[in-house]
């Protein structure tokens, strides 16, 4: 049996959606698997989406092209993602970076702590990566860029709207 989704619970194309933008993504990893994941998340979510697999590759089309955000991965075939953060700087890029990275914690967390001591915003996800994580922070950062709130949603449910009288109601008069 075909099931057919209906209309008020279908996704809204990115196009349509007036609380949504695009986002001009890059996608820096060397594993393809990652690098697919990464962008077929990234297109149904309506972004434009650019691949680099290598540090060489990242630091031409930076060089080339303003993006709103780049995915980093940190253990590329030619080098650290450190280095591409660095020509960033240098570059003053002025977007965000996710860093997806399989690295051990301590390390993700020195090179968030590098990125941001260079001006860099930058958010990190291990891997395996998770979608809905990518997804929530994507849609974050187009609406940060239309300079509107962030809120997350999950399943249909705006969390602001739910957290904010839950908190007021669990709090004890001062």
Known sequence: MLIRPDSSFARPDASEAGDRRALQLLIVDDDATQRRLISVA????????SLAESCTEAIEQIGA????????DLMLTDGDGVKVLQVMSEAKFGGS???????????????RLYARSLGIDLQSLPKPLDLAALRICLANLGKAAMGLPIRHTWGGIATEDVVAPHRRRGRTPT
Do not use: K, N, P
């Open 42 to 49: 990234a297109r149904q979510a309506g972004h434009a989406v």
């Open 65 to 72: 092209r303003q993006f709103d955000c780049v995915t980093l």
């Open 97 to 111: 970076v996710i860093m997806i990275s399989g690295m051990e914690s301590a390390r993700r967390s020195a090179a």
